[in-house]
């Protein structure tokens, strides 16, 4: 009895002893799940202040599991490497291998190289003690994001300080970063390195040395590993696909075939079934059909079943090749597995498909288990994509098909007229693609035939329809369709007679335009300004200021007001055709209706005003426009120091120059050719030399016309030897003068007796003419 009670007692002892360390166990991962939730808390709480009480608090909490944990909580990468360095400046707290990937983890996720790097530093001064497994998966991390140095010199600062215990894992783990970046050099030098240590070169060694080579582009070397490999009896899937992937980028594909036929008869090796997808697709895009084929037929007998993107790349390719048949033959695979074609595959093959009787049957086929939406839902997407695709054409004729046969997925004999017709969007697809690439009696052809298919027409077809006329100046038709838009149920908006406005504008019609005018009106839709404007400037070119003047007056009495622009303009075509008074008087009259014109239709006035010698009401205009609050133009001070320059006040034009000046306005080329040409006609040729200069000074580079005023202007001012400096810079500049600027320098030479030189200039002027016709 006494044995039985002592080993009772020891029981119980033992049952206590557990339940308390269970106790403390529990308690600790609470704690612990408590400091995580407050450092989550705090570092994605905004903004984070490192010095709060809160942290001070948890900082004598941190372990490396803990550290661990809410890296991984923190899902922006910014807060990782916050907390992260903050954890590192902790008293009695350093990391461990593990806390270091966590980081490289997120950072190498996120795709921040910079960061990623100075980690991979950072270690260089850390006596963080790491395990072969640690090592491996933090170079991995380096490695996918092509730091190829910072994992070798990582690895190098684990070995020199016996950090780590390095075997053969930490080794493969290196020579699959080099692998990814095809560095031949530096994986043989660690293989060598593995040899001499005694480490075992194993399949795992091997496998990323033949990745290598394969990357590299160094055939030679990799199939004497690949040879190795084969003797040791390692070659598998994967290091076979790895050989055969490479061929095929090369666009070496019958290598690639003939490997996979060897290693099928000598290894029993077969590919696997996303290696063999992934060929395919190469093989494709090699031009190497045939090949893909036979791959496919391998896969097949392999029990594999491959997915719809092998049947989208191979019909692709057959139909490309015009091989209709053995694509069409594919398609019934298709069928065959129980896979659905999806519209890419049916529009390549209709693509190819010449007789609409057959692309009819084919639709039928495929369309036979559909229901009346989904079937519909189908001819939509067949027709977008032959649209998208630049089959318009192929897309024009397989619905007139459609129309004027029906589909039925019920008879395979004759095409059955009882099944419902095309909806709306698929005649408006293919109607768009028409117009778009200018086929608009098929367009029109299409709208037609809605009728008959009994399909609902709308108004957006009526209206695109009506720009794309009205675009090609096919007026008759586009007061045809708005006629019969009128007939209809749909109201024309504001975008059809505007459509139909822009074509009458395009043709002057005037009263075309204002009749359209007058029912727009009626139906309370606005004129686009850039119709109306367009008109009147086309008025203007050809001399009709006063035909544009009286459309515009023909408009407000319907009721709308032109603007600014189209008035603007009319008053330039009166200038244009020497009307200033009408001009100035339009202007005034739209000022009284309450227009405020802008610095452009002011400058339209004061270039009037000088090309009328009438300068002084220029000024005029000039002090309406300050007393306006407008700032003038550097087109406005241009006109106007043209103007006193013409009128012989130059003294008015400097002024009006130094005015620009102080005003911070930035002078133009021309406005210093302007002025050049005005004080070498003022007879002050030197200071037309100093202003010249001055342009030069300020970065203003003198173009051709330049050139010519001032060589022109000094040889009226009898100063042929400089013009000649300032031609020959000219030429050095590739740019030809005009012949009176060769003539100028004869007159000029001639009068100051220098027969030689105006002897010379001719021989010049003679050599470019000859050369200009020979051009």
């Not at 290696?275 to 097949?300: M, N, P, Q, S």
């Not at 090749?321 to 298709?334: I, P, S």
Request: with cysteine.
């Amino acid at each position: 009895m006494l044995f039985i009670f002592t080993n009772k007692s020891l029981i119980t002892n033992i049952s206590c002893t557990v339940r308390l360390v269970q106790r403390n166990f529990i308690c600790s991962i609470a704690n612990r799940s408590t400091v995580e939730a407050s450092l989550v808390s705090v570092f994605t709480r905004r903004p984070i202040c490192l010095e709060s009480p809160e942290l001070q608090e948890l900082s004598p909490k941190l372990t490396p599991e803990v550290v661990e944990s809410v890296l991984k909580s923190l899902r922006n990468w910014r807060l990782a490497q916050v907390f992260f360095n903050w954890a590192s400046k902790q008293l009695g707290y350093s990391h461990t291998c593990y806390t270091y990937n966590a980081m490289a983890a997120i950072l190498s996720s996120a795709r921040q190289n910079a960061p990623l790097r100075d980690l991979a530093v950072s270690l260089s001064k850390s006596p963080c003690i790491w395990t072969p497994g640690a090592l491996g998966y933090f170079l991995r991390c380096l490695g996918s994001q092509g730091l190829v140095e910072e994992a070798n010199s990582l690895f190098d600062h684990v070995k020199t300080s016996r950090l780590c215990a390095l075997n053969s894992y930490s080794y493969n783990c290196l020579l699959e970063v080099f692998a990814k970046s095809g560095n031949v050099s530096m994986l043989e030098c660690r293989l060598n390195e593995m040899r001499s240590s005694s480490c075992p070169v194993d399949k795992h060694a091997l496998t990323p040395a033949l990745q290598c080579y394969c990357n590299a582009r160094k055939f030679d070397k990799a199939l004497m590993v690949f040879n190795d490999l084969i003797d040791k009896g390692w070659v598998d899937q994967h290091i076979l696909g790895i050989l055969v992937l490479s061929y095929s980028k090369c666009g070496k594909v019958d290598m690639a075939f003939e490997l996979i036929e060897w290693a099928e008869k000598n290894l029993k090796v077969n590919l696997n079934q996303k290696t063999a997808c992934v060929l395919i697709h190469g093989f494709v895009r090699e031009c190497r059909v045939d090949k893909a084929l036979e791959l496919y037929d391998k896969t097949i007998n392999l029990g594999f079943l491959p997915d719809i993107s092998v049947y989208d790349v191979l019909i692709g390719g057959l139909c490309r090749d015009r091989e209709l048949g053995k694509a069409v033959l594919l398609y019934k695979n298709m069928q065959q597995f129980g896979i659905l074609p999806d519209v890419r595959i049916i529009t390549q093959l209709l693509v190819c498909i010449t007789e609409e009787r057959d692309m009819i049957q084919l639709l039928e086929d495929i369309s036979m288990n559909l229901n009346a939406g989904k079937r519909m839902q189908l001819y939509s997407s067949v027709l977008t994509g032959l649209v998208n695709d630049n089959n318009v054409d192929k897309a024009y004729h397989l619905l007139k098909a459609v129309i004027e046969s029906g589909l039925n997925g019920s008879s395979r004999d004759k095409i059955s007229s009882t099944i419902e017709q095309p909806g709306t969007s698929c005649f408006q697809t293919v109607i768009d693609g028409l117009c778009n690439i200018g086929k608009l009696d098929m367009a029109l052809d299409l709208f037609q035939a809605m009728d008959k298919s009994g399909s609902k027409r709308n108004t957006l077809l009526f209206n695109n329809l009506i720009h794309c006329l009205s675009n090609a100046d096919r007026l008759k038709e586009c007061f045809d369709l708005l006629n019969e838009m009128k007939r209809s149920e749909f109201k024309p908006t504001h975008f059809t007679f505007n459509c139909i406005l822009g074509c009458l504008c395009r043709r002057m019609d005037v009263e075309g335009a204002l009749d359209l005018l007058r029912e727009m009106r009626g139906c309370g839709h606005d004129p686009w300004i850039k119709h109306y404007t367009l008109l009147v400037k086309k008025l203007c070119e050809v001399g009709k200021a006063s035909e544009s003047y009286k459309f515009l007056s023909e408009m407000t009495k319907e009721g709308f007001l032109p603007d600014l622009i189209a008035f603007a303009a009319t008053i330039d075509g009166f200038i244009n055709v020497n009307e200033l008074d009408r001009g100035l008087k339009l202007f005034r009259e739209i000022c009284e209706r309450g227009y405020c014109p802008d610095v452009v239709t002011y400058n339209t006035i004061i270039k009037g005003l000088c090309k009328a010698k009438r300068t002084a009401e220029a000024e005029d205009i000039w002090d309406e426009i300050l007393g306006k609050g407008l700032v003038p133009s550097v087109a406005t001070y241009n006109l106007l120091i043209d103007g006193w320059c013409k009128d012989g006040n130059i003294n008015k034009a400097v002024q009006y120059f130094s005015r620009m000046i102080e005003e911070e306005q930035e002078a133009s080329v021309i406005t210093y050719t302007i002025l050049v040409d005005g004080l070498c006609n003022a007879g002050k040729p030197d200071e037309a030399l100093n202003l010249w200069s001055e342009m030069e000074r300020k970065g203003c580079k003198p173009n051709r016309i330049a050139y010519m005023a001032l060589i022109h202007g000094l040889c009226k001012c009898q100063k042929p030897d400089v013009a000649l400096i300032y031609l020959e810079r000219m030429e050095d500049n590739e740019m030809v003068p005009e012949t009176y600027v060769y003539k100028s320098l004869v007159d000029a030479f001639a009068f100051s007796s220098n027969t030689a030189m105006a002897n010379e200039i001719l021989k010049k002027m003679a050599k470019r003419c000859t050369a200009s016709i020979s051009r």
